[in-house]
């Protein structure tokens, strides 16, 4: 098993599927971890939403806390808040591995990156539907991924925006070959060997993976759809 934090090498077994818990049964949160380790995930998506960056509240740093005490899956955690400066810390010392911030609550992150990077997390930035992909591009060399949104963010369970596509290229086109591109929102199977196709290396799946009873089935066949997407473009 690879250090945490290093996405990198599990990237050479193929597309990843990470499962965003918004919509897992956190009455039973336990339960849930474990039936997603035994369907294979390596890495868990946390969002986190301050109702001011994005219009919905879900959970802070006791439940990343709570996540991590119960497993050794890489934590990614998704900022969608308008203060990340003050609170990305706080979700690393929470056990996060990788921090998501928005390039529209954060322009200039260079700053806090090193901060993050310096404790040994992965950083990364988001970039919802609207915002180009210039917005990230000097940023590129400071980050470990770039995350696209492919949906406005919020809430889970929204219909794709194949915009994301176009970005996923472009970003592909002009980062360095380590940077690792993840792909929000809208993830499912008519849609991930498109963004596989287009240069993600992550998929973060919701609804695509909750709304089912059975997750090993869901994750094995998302998986095989985006390494088959790949080989063929
Ligand atoms: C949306 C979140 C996503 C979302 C994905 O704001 O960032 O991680 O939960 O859910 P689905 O796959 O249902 O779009
Ligand atoms: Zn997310």
């Given at each position: 098993m ?5 996405l990198?090498?599990?990237?050479q ?7 965003s818990?918004l919509?897992c049964?956190?009455g ?6 474990r039936?997603l380790e ?12 301050d109702?001011?960056f994005v219009?919905n509240?879900t ?18 955690v ?5 203060d990340p ?12 591995d990788?921090i998501?911030?928005h390039?529209?609550?954060l322009?200039q992150?260079?700053r806090?990156?090193?901060e993050l990077s310096g404790?040994?997390?992965?950083v990364g930035?988001?970039i919802n539907p609207?915002?180009?992909v ?5 940023f590129?060399e400071?980050?470990?991924h770039?995350?696209?949104m492919?949906v406005m963010?919020g ?9 994301a ?5 472009e ?11 993840e792909?929000d929102g809208?993830v499912?199977?008519t849609t991930?060997g ?5 240069g993600g290396?992550?998929?973060v799946?919701g609804?695509a993976?909750?709304?089912h009873r059975d997750?090993k ?6 998986t095989?759809l985006?390494?088959a ?5």
């Amino acid at each position: 098993m690879p250090a945490r934090k290093d996405l990198n090498a599990l990237r050479q077994s193929g597309p990843l599927i990470l499962p965003s818990l918004l919509l897992c049964d956190f009455g039973n949160l336990e339960r849930e971890v474990r039936r997603l380790e035994k369907a294979g995930v390596q890495a868990l998506h946390l969002d986190v939403m301050d109702g001011h960056f994005v219009p919905n509240l879900t959970y802070g740093m006791p439940l990343v806390e709570a996540v991590r005490r119960i497993t050794d899956l890489v934590i990614d955690v998704h900022l969608m808040i308008d203060d990340p400066v003050q609170y990305a810390p706080q979700f690393r010392a929470a056990g996060a591995d990788r921090i998501i911030v928005h390039v529209e609550a954060l322009p200039q992150p260079a700053r806090l990156f090193a901060e993050l990077s310096g404790s040994g997390a992965a950083v990364g930035l988001a970039i919802n539907p609207p915002t180009p992909v210039g917005a990230v591009a000097d940023f590129l060399e400071i980050c470990d991924h770039v995350l696209v949104m492919s949906v406005m963010p919020g809430f889970g369970g929204q219909a794709f925006e194949r915009i994301a596509l176009d970005k996923m290229r472009e970003l592909r086109q002009i980062a360095p070959e380590r940077l690792l591109i993840e792909c929000d929102g809208g993830v499912n199977e008519t849609t991930i060997g498109d963004c596989a196709a287009a240069g993600g290396d992550l998929f973060v799946v919701g609804s695509a993976i909750f709304r089912h009873r059975d997750y090993k089935p869901r994750v094995a066949h998302l998986t095989q759809l985006a390494a088959a997407a790949r080989t063929t473009c």
